[in-house]
């Protein structure tokens, strides 16, 4: 049985033609995404050996393997193709910033769905001053943590954005009970913070703006 996280992944998938599952690690959403019907065909990428492996034996007791490319290698760097819809998920947003730079000239009509497990707010920005738009965004808790999954296109027209479209974001527009819990857990992780870096006379200036920026939602739930 797949995670509520790879369940809700899938679940901001569109009907599409091709499909890349960069880092595909066991291959849980390549197989899904085949067994429903969201993709015709889908590159599963891992730049480990391991994982992929693991993948191409789930495919196989599957029955899917015949639609589904396995490719060891760097993010897009093997597809040899456009995809219509790519997924990154379970890497830090640094990570997933690099791939997409690297592959920034031809994801201009690629659906991103994202989900990093740290520092979202450097994914954001990255997304935002590159001329991706988010198209939404959910946070899910599963197993006791939280994660945020974005789902971003690029933009024809310019973007305008705020600090609390990267720092906050846009899964506030939801108003879910998840999304609720996640600002009361970012709001405690700041206070934290900031009780440490006073401690050590360091600038809080950062955290200070954050949770304001927390607090004006927290006002509106």
């Not at 495919?59 to 290698?73: A, C, Q, R």
């Not at 193709?81 to 890497?91: Q, T």
């Not at 997409?100 to 201009?108: C, N, P, V």
Request: with cysteine.
């Amino acid at each position: 049985m797949i995670s509520k996280r790879i369940e809700e992944i899938i679940n901001l998938l569109d009907r599409c033609n091709t499909l890349a599952d960069i880092g595909c690690d066991h291959g849980y959403v390549a197989v899904e995404a085949i067994k429903r019907k969201i993709a015709n065909k889908v590159f599963a990428v891992d730049i480990n050996f391991q994982p992929l492996l693991k993948a191409i034996e789930l495919s196989k007791k599957e029955n899917v393997d015949n639609k589904i490319e396995f490719l060891l290698g760097n993010g897009f760097d093997p597809i040899e193709e456009d995809v219509d819809e790519a997924v990154i998920a379970g890497m830090g947003a640094e990570n997933i910033c690099s791939i997409l730079s690297r592959a920034k000239d031809r994801i201009s009509n690629t659906t991103l769905i994202l989900q990093p497990m740290k520092d979202i707010e450097l994914l954001r920005k990255w997304l935002f001053e590159n001329g991706f738009d988010i198209l939404n965004e959910k946070v899910i808790k599963d197993q006791n943590r939280f994660y945020v999954i974005i789902k971003s296109s690029y933009s024809q027209e310019k973007i305008s954005f705020s600090d609390k479209d990267i720092y906050i974001g846009k899964h506030i527009l939801n108003r879910t009970e998840e999304s609720y819990e996640f600002l009361l857990k970012m709001k405690e992780k700041m206070q934290k913070i900031m009780g440490m870096k006073k401690e050590s006379f360091l600038d809080t200036s950062y955290e200070e703006k954050v949770l304001i920026m927390i607090e004006e939602e927290l006002k509106k739930w």
